[in-house]
T-cell receptor, first 113, second 113 residues
Framework: DTGVSQDPRHKITKRGQNVTFRCDPI?????LYWYRQTLGQGPEFLTY????????KSRLLSDRFSAERPKGSFSTLEIQRTEQGDSAMYLC???????????FGPGTRLTVL | KQEVTQIPAALSVPEGENLVLNCSFT??????LQWFRQDPGKGLTSLLL?????REQTSGRLNASLDKSSGRSTLYIAASQPGDSATYLC????????????FGTGTRLKVLA
């Protein structure tokens, strides 16, 4: 257990539905990252927060994706109008500061039918 | 654009062997490199973090080295055990002033009893 928690651990949804995932980082960490991992691939960066400010977004993060970290603590990742191509493991990580070790949560596995 | 490659993609060794996993990256302007292990269907477990100013880090049976100028890192595992079976991922951070990690596709290791 790294101290980063994610909820839910598994989500099965039908195409076109909206889903929301939550990440709770290690309490003193002000950096929070979202990555997406598909089978057989390494994780790909989605977005990054420093406290409540979203500082970087990948081109992978289409208009259907939105992420928030309202009070600089937990974060949510919402996918609207899900597509089958959104099926993946969504990973959250946190770090104490820039260029420090990133600690990953257990991930949320999304299956879109 | 930073690209990270891991060779070999898969490796099967008998218990007790010493082994080396390789990670190469195309842009040497990195701040750090982190090695992870990932068990099937799970999140990432941090193994070692090497800052750009360091040449190597050690933890137990693991030793990671970094040669920034040649764009290479190696993870050395001594006296391998069946419990070491997992996918090993390397990630580089700090390319082009960004804090995100760029991951390789991993090496799937199987240690046979």
């Amino acid at each position: 257990d790294t101290g980063v928690s994610q909820d839910p651990r598994h989500k099965i949804t039908k195409r076109g539905q909206n889903v929301t995932f939550r990440c709770d980082p290690i309490s003193e960490h002000n950096r929070l990252y979202w990555y997406r991992q598909t089978l057989g691939q390494g994780p790909e960066f989605l977005t990054y927060f420093q406290n409540e400010a979203q500082l970087e977004k990948s081109r992978l993060l289409s208009d259907r994706f939105s992420a928030e970290r309202p009070k600089g603590s937990f974060s949510t990742l919402e996918i609207q109008r899900t597509e089958q191509g959104d099926s993946a493991m969504y990973l959250c990580a946190s770090s104490l500061s820039s260029y420090n070790e990133q600690f990953f949560g257990p991930g949320t596995r999304l299956t879109v039918l | 654009k930073q690209e990270v490659t891991q060779i070999p993609a898969a490796l099967s060794v008998p218990e007790g062997e010493n082994l080396v996993l390789n990670c190469s990256f195309t842009d040497s302007a990195i701040y750090n490199l982190q090695w992870f292990r990932q068990d099937p269907g799970k999140g990432l477990t941090s193994l070692l973090l090497i800052q750009s100013s360091q040449r190597e880090q050690t933890s137990g049976r693991l030793n990671a080295s970094l040669d920034k100028s040649s764009g290479r890192s190696t993870l050395y595992i001594a006296a391998s055990q069946p419990g070491d079976s997992a996918t090993y991922l390397c990630a580089v951070g700090g390319t082009s002033g960004t804090y995100k990690y760029i991951f390789g596709t991993g090496t799937r290791l199987k240690v046979l009893a």
